[in-house]
């Protein structure tokens, strides 16, 4: 196992609500509003027999209340319309100031020309274009409230502004992932007043202040965004340098290269392997191969190994599509993925599982981020869009053993009716029963007949298969409860696990190798490799609740931090599977210096130790 960068975060401080004080400090005494009619409607007479009532008198809002609402709405006007944070910041803004007695944040000699230098380059290095940046002199001079130090305020206000830019993104999370934030979301909440307020409190009593520090405390903390930051600024430096480095045809067309076979581009594969540091030859000796030699052929085999490839020394259509990428190439894809990695939350948990859809891989990982495990997934086609496997996070709850598989009704309508009106006895011979319920004790069966399958396409009726070998799910499903019913699986299918292209299922995830997954989530629980073998060809079902939380991530990122064996991490690029880096480049063509308008694009893999 191996643990990954991992940065600690400060405690949250107090919250503070707004809104109920602000609604009684604009009330008039009456508590009625002023545009109520004079003609008021009269109350119903009271009982004989009741207690005369208090007089309701509107509650004041104290000065510090007043104080802070006064702070929020000053900082509402510095800050930008187009920032969808804007709210979250006036109120981390106001809060602040309450806590400190409205007294300035920052010690004289922090605010320099430096302080507004370093915001600029904080942007630069997350991804941002520098000129979003907001002036605190400009800010200055439109602040009209007296409440806290002028300068004090406008340098907050410029902070916060360039912290949740970096922290939350230009755009909300929605308009890159969708479905990220709907349902359970498991990890840290490092998107509240509490959160934000807290590091603030931490970056502001720096001594001396160094704003690089507190930006980097302020930012994202996730090992998977520190990674690709890490990486950002080489790559984009390196567009500027000739790498003389020959490309490489598609093999798809011009053939692959076969151990020990002649091969007209081993030179080509050979200079791109050394450059990758993979193949130690002089350039001269690799300029003139004319073959797939061993020692091409073990460099290729490595190469393939640490990116999750088929480790066999072939030079095929997967292994170019990783190793054939240019400085531009890979500066895109780090840029589109920091921004899509500040999406994640800071800390995923004690135990989770990140299964990235466009490497097709599952990633499994112990307390304190230590790397447990990995294997390949199969996950939704393409195509049609309606069977792609969603974007979002969860909370996994149960191990079933021998499950049944509960058919969709559009897969029965559409596949099963058909195969069983031309084919009767396939039903019975792939272990499919009628059923009126899901409910896995029940024993409500109907017997195959043109009415009970017309029951079924009408919605009535329902089929299931049994649990066994052939079992679509086949012998264990691991169910993290959502809307869209996905959840990870066995399989019959072993074959599609040695493809390339790993988009094959209705929307589940399918996983290479359940029994070191189960024994993974249930390890805990005292289950090992072979009691886990045990309960998944027992053919019958056996329900288990998950006691440790296991936190779930399916996440969409076309290049990777994957961690290899010495406690290494190797950026590894991945196919844009549902071609989303064209999409989501084109939400961000206000902020990133280029949009996507080619093919997806596959990134150059980079090596970080």
Known sequence: ?????????????????????????????????????????QPLPAPANATPEEPTVAAVPDADTIN???????????????????????DSIAQLYLQRGFRPLWAPEALTVDFTRGLSQALVANAFPELLRLD??????????????????????????????????????????????KGDAPGSDDRSVEAITGDLVVVSA?????????METMGPQNWIYRELQKAYLPAKEAILAYSGLPSIPDPSTAGVGRPGEAYPYAPAVAAHLIDRGYLQMPPELASSLS??????????????????????GIFG???????????????????INLHRARLLPNDFGERYIIANLPSAELFAFDANDFFSTTMRIVHGKASPESQRTKVFRDTMQEVVFGPYWNVPKNIAMKELIPKAQEDWGYLSRNRYEIVDAFNPGSNKTYRLSPESLSLVSQGKLLVRQKPGADNALGRVKFLFPNTYSIYMHDTPSKSFFLRSKRDYSHGCVRVADPNALGAWVLGPQGWDHEKVKTAMFADRRQSLRVQDSVN???TYLTIFPRPIAGGKIILAPARDVYE????????????????ETAAPVIARPVTVQ
């Open 206 to 214: 720096m001594q001396p202040f160094d704003l690089a520090k507190a």
């Open 136 to 181: 605190p002199t400009a800010l200055m001079a439109a602040i009209t409230d007296d409440t806290v130090d002028k300068n004090d305020l406008a340098h907050t206000v410029a902070f916060c502004d360039v912290a949740l830019l970096i922290r939350l993104g230009f755009v909300p999370t929605e308009a890159i992932w969708e479905e990220w934030n």
């Open 317 to 335: 259509p997967g292994s170019w599509q990783y190793l054939n990428a240019n400085a531009a190439d890979r500066y895109r894809s780090i840029t």
């Open 68 to 90: 802070s609402a006064k702070v929020r709405a000053q900082a509402l006007a510095l800050l930008p319309a187009d920032r969808h944070f804007r709210d979250l910041a006036a």
């Open 552 to 554: 779930v991530y399916l």
């Open 580 to 595: 989303r880096d064209p999409v989501d480049a084109k939400t961000l063509a206000a902020i990133i210096p280029w949009q």
């Open 291 to 312: 073959s797939m030699t061993p020692e091409l052929v073990a460099a290729l085999t490595a190469f393939q190994n640490d990116h999750g490839l088929e480790t066999d």
């Open 1 to 41: 196992m191996m643990k990954l960068p991992k940065n600690n975060r400060p405690l949250p401080g107090p919250a503070l609500t707004f809104s109920v004080a602000l609604t009684l400090w604009c009330l008039p005494a009456n508590g009625l509003s002023q545009q109520q009619p004079e003609q008021a409607a």
